[in-house]
């Protein structure tokens, strides 16, 4: 009885190890201009924006919740444009903001706002 159990235990481990490698696979087949906002900044990151360098709109906030301080979030794309080059807006909790212009997000795995407030009223 015991050695059935311990032929059955290892047998579904076995089966199920080689399904592991195609789940990760799936889930790193993101775009390649995914990537992470990390804030550096004081004051957390309530808004973002992502806009094409070509677009003078900056559409909606892309953010579910806000970024505080030494935490990030992951930007992840859906559209299926072959476009690099964006604009990154971040807005922080007093209402100032910092802009990232033309950022290669083809090429670009992370983009830091540092600071003690934005740049821009």
Known sequence: MFSKLIRN?????????????LASENALANDIRDFLVYNNNELEITQLYVSSVKSRYWGNNILNSDIINGSFDMITFSNSSNQCNYDVKAIYSDGTYDLMRQADLCSTYGITFYGHGGDYR
């Open 9 to 21: 235990t290892v047998l579904v481990t076995t089966l199920a190890f080689p399904i592991v490698p």
